[in-house]
T-cell receptor, first 114, second 114 residues
């Protein structure tokens, strides 16, 4: 079982729709969760972080966390063609001491059609 | 403008050659990281440095070496011992050593072994 799992996609949605991207993780002790956006051929860019159960909204983006189910999701409202990219889920472990390693999923490719 | 500069963007190497990828940041960040990205795989951590003159191996350090002589610079050498070096290499930094999830990435260096 991978530490962080994402459906590779592509997830295709029409312009204006809500895109829902999902991520599950295996380490129940994980404390911090991040979403990065990566355009084709470019480097990742941090778009959302979430640390507590529930929802966190930032503009058109909403991150949702359910630690009991070990599940984190990213909703993109009013999807635009410019949102077409690969979205990487990243989870930070919480060791007792030392370096808090970040583990990335393989990413979900989102395609938003005009 | 502050940011992370990686060079070269594209690099071709013959088998048996060592190559060095440059990474410079002017964000005054304490920590720096090198990740490798291969198609269909998540970002994998090669090396990280939480402070000047100190660095630690990540998950896939074999065949790589780094140095951190200056806060701004964290070069990565891909040695001939790395069996499959063709990949997209990403340098990242974080403001503090503990901010391992809040990463700023450079534009990446794409290495191809001929």
């Amino acid at each position: 079982q991978k530490e962080v799992e994402q459906n590779s996609g592509p997830l295709s949605v029409p312009e204006g729709a809500i895109a829902s991207l999902n991520c599950t993780y295996s380490d129940r002790g994980s404390q911090s969760f991040f979403w990065y956006r990566q355009y084709s051929g470019k480097s990742p860019e941090l778009i959302m972080s979430i640390y507590s159960n529930g929802d966190k909204e930032d503009g058109r983006f909403t991150a949702q966390l359910n630690k009991a189910s070990q599940y984190v999701s990213l909703l993109i409202r009013d999807s635009q063609p410019s949102d077409s990219a690969t979205y990487l889920c990243a989870v930070r472990r919480a060791p007792n001491t030392g370096f808090q390693k970040l583990v990335f999923g393989t990413g979900t490719r989102l395609l938003v059609s005009p | 403008d502050g940011g992370i500069t990686q060079s070269p963007k594209y690099l071709f190497r013959k088998e048996g050659q060592n190559v060095t990828l440059s990474c410079e940041q002017n964000l005054n960040h304490d920590a720096m990281y090198w990740y490798r990205q291969d198609p269909g795989q998540g970002l994998r951590l090669i090396y990280y440095s939480q402070i000047v003159n100190d660095f630690q191996k990540g998950d896939i350090a074999e065949g790589y070496s780094v140095s951190r002589e200056k806060k701004e610079s964290f070069p990565l050498t891909v040695t001939s011992a790395q069996k499959n070096p063709t990949a997209f290499y990403l340098c990242a930094s974080s403001y503090r050593a503990k901010d391992t999830g809040e990463l700023f990435f450079g534009e990446g260096s794409r290495l191809t072994v001929l």
